[in-house]
């Protein structure tokens, strides 16, 4: 079993359409969490850490549950520039474990 | 602020030659990471060095990759021989703290290698 788990996707939908993005993680002992975005032929960068509390960052949420070990973005009023690569993470002692992605692409 | 320097961008190389990678981290960040993606993979960490010590390679196939960080800065990942299965971006990254949870890691462009 993969550590990180995502739906690969692709996702495609049109613009202003809500879009959510989940993920699960096998090891409890995981000690923080964060959504990666990853443009065609460019490297990850951070889009948000997430918390048990949620937070949110304009357009973007994020969510954790720990007793589920599940991991989610939501994606509000999605525009075209939102078409990326999604990248769950999980953090243990500094190193990250990345899932295998999940492809957007938002339509005119 | 300058971000991750890597070097070449582009390598392309028949398998069982030699290849190397080198990277430049953002200045003053002690800790420096070498990854590989797949293609439809996420990046899978390969070495993590801490100053010019190496912290984790659990995940490095030492058969035929090495990687250095001589004098704590710049970093080289070297793949003798190459495998055809060793086509991939290597990623590296660095970051400023070790065990911080919430400390970014800063990724560089990476270099895709293809072997033929």
């Known amino acids: 079993r993969k550590e990180v788990e995502q739906d690969p996707g692709p996702f495609n939908v049109p613009e202003g359409a809500t879009v959510a993005f989940n993920c699960t993680y096998s090891n409890s002992a995981s000690q923080s969490f964060f959504w990666y975005r990853q443009d065609c032929r460019k490297e990850p960068k951070l889009l948000m850490s997430v918390y048990s509390s949620g937070n949110e960052d304009g357009r973007f949420t994020a969510q954790l549950n720990r007793a589920s070990q599940y991991i989610s973005l939501l994606i509000r009023d999605s525009k075209l520039s939102d078409s990326a690569t999604y990248l769950c993470v999980v953090k243990k002692w500094g190193q990250l474990t990345f899932g295998s992605g999940t492809q957007l692409t938002v339509l005119p | 602020e300058a971000g991750v320097a890597q070097s070449p961008r582009y390598k392309i190389i028949e398998k069982r030659q030699s290849v190397a990678f080198w990277c430049n981290p953002i200045s003053g960040h002690a800790t420096l990471y070498w990854y590989q993606q797949i293609l439809g993979q996420g990046p899978k960490l390969l070495i993590q060095f801490q100053n010019n010590g190496v912290v984790d390679d659990s995940q490095l196939p030492k058969d035929r990759f090495s990687a250095e960080r001589l004098k704590g800065v710049d970093s080289t990942l070297k793949i003798q021989p190459a495998k055809l299965e060793d086509s991939a971006v290597y990623l590296c990254?660095?970051?400023?703290?070790?065990?911080?949870?919430?400390?970014?890691?800063?990724f560089g462009p990476g270099t895709r290698l293809t072997v033929l």
């Open positions: 990254a660095s970051s400023n703290v070790r065990v911080s949870s919430y400390n970014e890691q800063f």
